[in-house]
């Protein structure tokens, strides 16, 4: 009796694991046909009814991921391919400046409005397939169709156990500097800095490299290493809303660096 248990308990992880697998196989077999070009896809979970979302990336460079939202018949309903794209040639600026501010760290990045291609033909995807990803063009495209302005979330985790680099004023007018450059496109620059051990460090660069963004398991991740930059906010948080200045001053910000280094 218990072996008919056991051979039915794998018989379903086996139909389970066939279907995400086959899944998997639907949304960069759809993206393959739009793009010409192979993609690899993370993780995939029901969306309701016969859609699911995938995260997904070109296999050419598996750092540019995002969202799809497809059908089990293969229609995409929804990808963020292009604003990955985009958000991808911000970061390349923005890792090559912090490789002077920081001896070990990682850096992930995505659009927090992003734009969505829906047609197999339209601007979006055509962008991506002529390589065209000019910023101040995004920019203006979110204003029109999204009606409001865009941001990039940047979020930085740098391994605690290296040696520091600069000292802290200059860590602080460094980060100040990247975040004004990033406001002079229009977009409202979001950088999340942790500070962490190494084993955490490792463990939080595992996971975001298979995410898009980040979710509420993140939080809970770094939840042991706080750095309370005000009321509102558990991070070292540069962050401009509208035209208001940084969030966080170089005294605060030294006195938080004090702590946790």
């Given at each position: ?19 995400e697998k086959k899944l998997k196989e639907i949304i960069t077999s759809a993206l393959e ?105 995004y920019v203006s495209n979110v204003k029109e169709k999204r009606e409001c302005r865009t ?111």
């Amino acid at each position: 009796m218990m072996g008919v248990v056991i051979i039915a308990i794998l018989n379903f992880v086996g139909c389970n694991y066939n279907s995400e697998k086959k899944l998997k196989e639907i949304i960069t077999s759809a993206l393959e046909e739009k793009y010409d070009e192979a993609f690899v896809c993370f993780d995939v979970w029901a969306n309701g009814g016969s859609s699911y979302w995938g995260i997904c990336a070109p296999e050419k460079n598996q750092d540019i991921r995002f969202t799809s939202l497809f059908n089990s018949n293969g229609n995409i309903v929804e990808e963020g391919y292009y604003a990955s794209c985009v958000a991808e040639q911000i970061e390349e600026d923005v890792q090559s400046k912090l490789e002077n501010v920081f001896n070990d760290f990682y850096l992930h990045s995505y659009m927090t409005v992003p734009l969505y291609s829906y047609e197999n033909d339209d601007i979006y995807s055509e962008n991506v397939r002529n390589e065209s990803f000019d910023i101040d063009e995004y920019v203006s495209n979110v204003k029109e169709k999204r009606e409001c302005r865009t941001s990039i979330t940047l979020i930085m985790l740098v391994n605690r156990e290296k040696p520091d680099v600069l000292n802290f004023a200059q860590e602080y007018k460094a980060l100040s500097d990247l975040c004004e450059n990033i406001k002079k496109h229009n977009i409202n620059p979001r950088v999340y800095l942790k500070f962490m051990p190494k084993d955490k460090y490792s463990e939080c660069i595992e996971y975001l490299e298979i995410k898009d963004s980040t979710s509420s398991y993140f939080d809970d991740m770094v939840r042991d290493y706080p750095i309370k930059a005000s009321d509102m906010s558990l991070d070292i948080c540069f962050e401009f809303e509208g035209d208001t200045p940084i969030t966080i001053t170089q005294e605060e910000y030294i006195k938080q660096r004090k702590e946790v280094s």
